[in-house]
T-cell receptor
Framework: EPEVTQTPSHQVTQMGQEVILRCVPISNHLYFYWYRQILGQKVEFLVSFYNNEISEKSEIFDDQFSVERPDGSNFTLKIRSTKLEDSAMYFC??????????????FGPGTRLTVT | AQSVTQLDSHVSVSEGTPVLLRCNYSSSYSPSLFWYVQHPNKGLQLLLKYTSAATLVKGINGFEAEFKKSETSFHLTKPSAHMSDAAEYFCVVSPVKAYSSASKIIFGSGTRLSIRP
């Protein structure tokens, strides 16, 4: 069964450093998403992406964040200058969208980001 | 605005007894509703979804949920709990139908289900 994959599974970085989290969505999906879950808190929406542009973003997704689909398979989340409060589990998701009714979002296993 | 409320942060049941995880939603549109499960140190797995077809939805691992518009509820149930059901469960609302642009989904705060032997 196709699945969303994410790398790395765990990333440790120092405050102020740039990190790139990588995701490979399911191949025929058109819509891509990033969410994050701070330890002990609910899963929060960051951004959605379709047709090579951001569809929607939350207040969390400020200028420090960016997303990119550099090729036909990868979808990346970049944090330019990490802060301690960016420590969280980051989930990538994808959905078919379009005229398909199968628009549920399929989630990857997550990347645990630890900022020290 | 759309929101989802999970009424219990923690539910503990004995193995073999029924499970009830409660969820109420608020949506300006006809919502699509989902339950996701997260096992420790794992990702989010879709348990079941409601998309305006049958109001009683069956999912994986013996779980089911009933959409009740009059009560704005989408409670998750299972007749007989198994030890492997211990996990965090999230009720999720998607306010926009399929075939529209990418739509964020909104998570409830989660319910941790513990199973006593």
């Amino acid at each position: 069964e196709p699945e969303v994959t994410q790398t790395p599974s765990h990333q440790v970085t120092q405050m102020g450093q740039e990190v790139i989290l990588r995701c490979v969505p399911i191949s025929n999906h058109l819509y891509f998403y990033w969410y994050r879950q701070i330890l002990g808190q609910k899963v929060e929406f960051l951004v959605s992406f379709y047709n090579n542009e951001i569809s929607e973003k939350s207040e969390i997704f400020d200028d420090q964040f960016s997303v990119e689909r550099p090729d036909g398979s990868n979808f990346t989340l970049k944090i330019r200058s990490t802060k301690l409060e960016d420590s969280a589990m980051y989930f990538c998701a994808s959905s078919e969208g379009g005229r398909s009714i199968s628009y549920e979002q399929y989630f990857g296993p997550g990347t645990r980001l630890t900022v020290t | 605005a759309q929101s989802v409320t999970q009424l219990d942060s923690h539910v503990s049941v004995s193995e073999g007894t029924p499970v009830l995880l409660r969820c109420n939603y608020s949506s300006s549109y006809s919502p699509s509703l989902f339950w996701y499960v997260q096992h420790p140190n794992k990702g989010l797995q879709l348990l079941l979804k409601y998309t305006s077809a049958a109001t009683l939805v069956k999912g994986i691992n013996g779980f089911e949920a009933e959409f009740k518009k009059s009560e704005t509820s989408f409670h998750l149930t299972k007749p007989s709990a198994h030890m492997s059901d211990a996990a965090e469960y999230f009720c999720v609302v998607s306010p926009v139908k399929a075939y529209s642009s990418a739509s964020k989904i909104i998570f409830g705060s989660g319910t941790r289900l513990s199973i006593r032997p």
